[in-house]
């Protein structure tokens, strides 16, 4: 008689104790009764293809990836997906049978069905998105936008330079406008998203004048600590709908986890509590 194997999982990193994917994952696989583990690595730049290598041969089947590894995995992958490559970083990692690595990106994915679950009545082509900052998260946030419909991305950064980069890779649909002005440009916005980590506990605080907020927007940020940042706070008082940073962790989590363990999770608030915890 062949004793099945036990999948296991877990979240690569540097550091990785904070993180809250292992809450979220052991929910699910308490939830529906699935055998299998999944388990913070603390893992150091230097380590890293080591560990890529090690981790199949222990009976792990995949992986998330966190900074600082996102970029780095991929050149060690053997396979990257398009929308990994457009966005220029991997947070989902599964050990093939045939020791290949297949490298993808889920962020996106999980912006999208977290704005869309946060606001059932969103409409991406309703028009312009402002998308503050332009770092790995915005890349994401960027393509998944685009990929939805929204007509036209008017990007800021504090350093101009980053938003550039962008506009070359994405195209036409994106205008970058000067930091300095980024509370000016709010009220162009039908969408509204904090991809920086301004607003997040132990940070600065995310210095733009959002009085241009419009009623009929949505306003989400993508940090999650707090739940409800300066920036919720305030479109909240102007009469938006705001959708936190939570439920984006929560969705980029769902590919990975139904691929390694056989089940496509539900996020709802047990989720969002087990997170929480």
């Given at each position: ?126 028009g312009p998105a402002v998308v503050l900052g332009a770092g790995g998260a915005a890349r994401a ?7 939805a419909g929204v007509p036209e991305i008017l990007l800021t950064n504090r350093t101009r330079a ?116």
């Amino acid at each position: 008689m062949t004793i099945p194997s036990i999948p296991l999982a877990g979240v690569i990193g540097s550091p990785i104790a904070h993180s809250r994917s292992p809450q979220l994952h052991g929910h699910w696989l308490r939830k529906y009764g699935l055998a299998g583990h999944y388990v913070p690595l603390e893992v150091t730049p230097k380590n890293l293809k080591k560990v890529l290598k090690t981790l199949p041969k222990m009976g792990f089947v995949g992986a998330n990836v966190t900074i600082p590894h996102k970029e780095h995995v991929m050149e060690l992958a053997d396979m990257v997906t398009d929308r990994a490559t457009l966005i220029g970083a991997a947070n989902t990692l599964i050990f093939r049978e045939d020791g290949r690595i297949h490298a993808d990106n889920t962020d996106g994915y999980g912006f999208i069905e977290n704005l869309r679950q946060g606001a059932p009545d969103w409409q991406p082509d309703a028009g312009p998105a402002v998308v503050l900052g332009a770092g790995g998260a915005a890349r994401a946030v960027i393509a998944s936008l685009l990929d939805a419909g929204v007509p036209e991305i008017l990007l800021t950064n504090r350093t101009r330079a980053r938003a550039d980069t962008l506009r070359d890779d994405f195209g036409t649909k994106l205008r970058v406008v000067e930091w300095i002005k980024a509370g000016n440009i709010l009220e162009e916005g039908a969408t509204v998203v904090n991809t920086t980590s301004l607003g997040m506990a132990g940070k600065p605080d995310l210095r733009v004048p959002l009085d241009g907020l419009q009623k009929s927007a949505v306003v989400t940020d993508l940090v999650y600590n707090p739940l409800k940042t300066q920036l919720l706070e305030a479109a909240e008082e102007a009469g938006c709908v705001t959708v936190d940073g939570l439920g984006m962790l929560l969705h980029q989590a769902v590919p990975g986890f139904e691929r390694w363990f056989g089940r496509r999770p539900i996020v709802d608030d047990e989720a969002r509590q087990a997170a929480l915890a």
